[in-house]
């Protein structure tokens, strides 16, 4: 079946211990996404790629980065967590039409992070 | 800034009863419209999109659309303990961003 699949499913990692968070989809959609949702808020969007091109959310940290080495693929890279990031990092993937707007998102299972 | 507005709940309702969830949106050009709910710890799953106005229907579900009055509602008819979870409603306007409410967390009572 076609997915979106995220790893790991759960990560726990030290204060400004770099972590890395992956995620593929076989949907060959054309645009990808992470949210960061922390408990009983709704998912905030931190940047997405359309194709290769990358767009940042202006209240995003530059502590967040993110790669898309191919469609497949693509990498949520923490660089210093802090106590705050302590959330569930969702990946998300949609298709945007020419004809204009993007279809429905497909949700991964999520990867939640605890940062000590 | 668009905003997506949802009423946080709790809402409860009794087991067989119409759980009805209502969100409000403040971009006059958004285009689609879509329920997702998210149960405790998982990620969201996509329940209903809804692009014209009026109603549409899937099994217990029925989404409502009325972009006159930036307006788009979720009925969950013959409401079951399972349905307890929150609900999202997402926005798009023809980009590629999809805009958020802060969800309506629902309970229902055996």
């Known amino acids: 079946d076609a997915m979106v699949i995220q790893n790991p499913r759960y990560q726990v990692t030290q204060f400004g211990k770099p972590v890395t968070l992956s995620c593929s989809q076989t949907?060959?959609?054309?645009?990808m996404y992470w949210y960061q949702q922390k408990s009983s808020q709704a998912p905030k969007l931190l940047f997405h790629y359309y194709d290769k091109d990358f767009n940042n959310e202006a209240d995003t940290p530059d502590n967040f980065q993110s790669r898309r080495p191919n469609t497949s693929f693509c990498f949520l890279d923490i660089r210093s967590p802090g106590l705050g990031d302590t959330a569930m990092y969702l990946c998300?993937?949609?298709?945007?039409?020419?004809?204009?707007?993007?279809?429905?998102?497909?949700f991964g299972p999520g990867t939640r992070l605890t940062v000590l | 800034q668009k905003e997506v507005e949802q009423n946080s709940g709790p809402l409860s309702v009794p087991e067989g009863a119409i759980a009805s969830l209502n969100c409000t949106y403040s971009?006059?050009?958004?285009?689609?419209f879509f329920w997702y709910r998210q149960y405790s710890g998982k990620s969201p799953e996509l329940i209903m999109s809804i692009y014209s106005n009026g109603d549409k229907e899937d099994g217990r579900f029925t989404a409502q659309l009325n972009k006159a009055s930036q307006y788009v509602s979720l009925l969950i008819r013959d409401s079951q303990p399972s349905d307890s979870a929150t609900y999202l409603c997402?926005?798009?306007?023809?980009?590629?961003?999809?805009?958020f409410g802060p969800g309506t967390r629902l309970s229902v009572l055996p």
């Open positions: 949907l060959n959609h054309n645009v």
């Open positions: 998300a993937t949609s298709r945007d039409q020419t004809s204009g707007g993007s279809d429905t998102q497909y």
């Open positions: 997402a926005v798009n306007d023809y980009g590629q961003n999809f805009v």
């Open positions: 971009d006059r050009v958004s285009q689609s």
